[in-house]
DNA sequence: GTCATCATGTAAGCCGTTACATGATTGC
DNA sequence: GCAATCATGTAACGGCTTACATGATGAC
């Protein structure tokens, strides 16, 4: 879900997406090379993602032109390649993917998939500006209601010693503000149902 | 760690302590039975734990004398299943695992194993009880070090879309909440060095 | 010269999930 | 009779981690 999130913004290779991934998700969760490569062969058998030739003529990698804030980092990345380029020899041959529209049509099921679970919430987020207002409700509301029967279930006891009670408190505290910051979610997109950035290079979404 | 932590306490079987591991991590991170017991004939194979007969004289399996408020629990427990009992022939028989002294040595490694990161402090934190006051400090100054560290990395930026900035700014607040009770959790054992609950059997630990 | 960075991959091993198989007992 | 709970396992599949292999470039 995350691979595909990034392809939406442009074309890239593995070794970047796996320093974009590590921004995204923290470099503590992130992938490794062994994972990401095999992954990325995954995702291009089952046709979500193509590997595009690097062709010499573009600028580099990842140029889509994003609304607004996006474009500074993109800057920035670009940057820091740009001195040495304009050699077609050098360097070990990079393969750069694309999102094809399989991958897109796939990443939006993925953002929207029943799962009130913890599984990849912060992603859904982290990509939530290609849904629809709607469909962001979907996704927080399944998330808001999952964190309240799970601050249901855990009623009283606070059982053990002072360290389990403590974790326990901790934990419970961890819950009631998610809950509160996903309500505040919901909120503002009641208040600014801002726009999607369009998922599909096309039409309109279903 | 948790499988071994939950053996000190008293004797299990698999499915009594699947229940017990649902209740320490949560249903949602809790293992599955397909994992469990392969898990369990591996802790066996190694000799950390050991199949004890379940004997028709004990009154049922768990019944080591605790320190004050797990009797309680333990005793909740064991009303729930003294009903039907007596019968030695019923129900399919259980396997029911106690932790070798290997097995006492091998949780004591892997409570105080250095690792900053995420995984298993929780757990850690959950029988930290089982370690003397120092080496708990030494858990917990890992931890809090290690979110330090994460907190000065994640200095500024702050770049994306609206969800992306909120969804790091959340990320931030429960680093630093959990900071907040790492500190707490190690002024009170400054402020109150309990002894620990002793893991080893016979003698003091090293 | 050597180390760090860029860049892509393969192979072994481990382990978790899911689904399946079995079988007794209790409650409706 | 049927479902739920108790109780233990096996088998297939998938996928992650780790380590290894390769090779260029640029900085010190």
Redesign the pocket.
């Known amino acids: 879900m995350a691979v595909l999130g990034l392809l939406v913004e442009g074309d890239l290779?593995?070794?970047?997406?796996?320093?974009r991934l590590a921004d995204l998700l923290g470099p503590w969760?992130?992938?490794?090379?062994?994972?990401?490569?095999?992954?990325?062969?995954?995702l291009e058998r089952n046709g979500l993602v193509a590997?595009v030739p690097e062709s010499t003529e573009s600028p580099d990698v990842a140029e889509t032109p994003m609304s607004g804030s996006l474009g500074a980092e993109l800057a920035a990345y670009r940057r820091?390649?740009t001195?040495?380029r304009g050699?077609g020899?050098?360097?070990?041959?990079?393969?750069?993917y694309a999102i094809t529209d399989a991958g897109r049509a796939e990443l939006e099921r993925q953002l929207l998939e029943e799962s009130g679970d913890e599984r990849g919430f912060a992603v859904r987020v982290a990509f939530c500006r290609l849904l629809r207002p709607d469909q962001r409700l979907d996704v927080f509301t399944r998330r808001r209601d999952a964190l309240r029967a799970r601050l249901a279930e855990r009623d009283g006891e606070r059982r053990g010693d002072v360290y389990r009670r403590s974790l326990l408190e901790f934990q419970d505290d961890r819950l009631r503000r998610e809950l509160d910051w996903v309500e505040q979610l919901i909120r503002s997109v009641h208040d600014d149902p801002q726009a999607p950035e369009p998922l599909t290079s096309g039409g309109s979404p279903s």
């Open positions: 290779h593995g070794y970047e997406l796996k320093k969760s992130s992938v490794s090379f062994g994972s990401l490569y095999p992954a990325l062969s995954r590997s820091q390649r001195r040495r050699t020899g050098g360097r070990r041959a990079r393969k750069v």
